[in-house]
């Protein structure tokens, strides 16, 4: 499964700065931030080596997207496995009921991102399956990529147009 390198470069930049040997306290590690137990899942030996990281980031990506509802069509599909890559599948499936439960629509990403802050409120992540989730986290994080994604896959046609512009000044 290929996916688009604007969009790994994206997740890499919001996850280590394209660092090879991040490291953080909860244990993930490489460009891509994987725990161990995906690492092995996606069958990446080394965390720390950039390749291994970034394959494995992007076999991961895509089971969450094949383990997502079919009907979810992009690019919402996108958003929520860019959530689940960061706080999980069963968190945002959490977020999903919640949000059906409170009358939004469990496919809007827009509506789901509204949800996520519920799920650090003890009034509503007992209530779910997989409980606490840092929904506020996931937020920025899905924000982020899709800020830093736009800007790498855009800067050429942004360079293009600013070059047309010069090209036509007397």
Known sequence: HRLDPHLLSAVGYQESRWR????????????????????TQMG??????AAQSIEGGARY???????????????????????SYNMGLGHV?????????????????RDL????PL??????????DFGFARGRE???YVTNIRHFYDALA???????????IQDKKP
Request: aromatic share 6%.
């Open 44 to 49: 990446v030996a080394d965390r720390t080596n």
């Open 61 to 83: 990506i895509a089971h969450l997207s094949g383990r997502l509802t079919p009907s979810l069509a992009p690019p919402e599909r996108l958003w929520f496995v860019l959530a």
């Open 119 to 128: 799920l650090e409120l003890p009034r509503w992540h007992t209530t779910l």
């Open 20 to 39: 090879a040997d991040a490291r953080s306290p909860t244990g993930v590690r490489g460009v891509m931030m994987l725990t161990r137990a995906t690492a």
């Open 154 to 164: 855009f800067a050429p046609l942004r360079a293009q147009l600013l070059q047309s």
């Open 93 to 109: 499936r959490d977020a999903r009921a919640l949000t059906a439960r409170i009358g939004g629509n469990s496919s809007s990403w």
């Open 138 to 140: 996931a937020q920025r």
């Open 113 to 116: 991102e509204r949800t996520l």
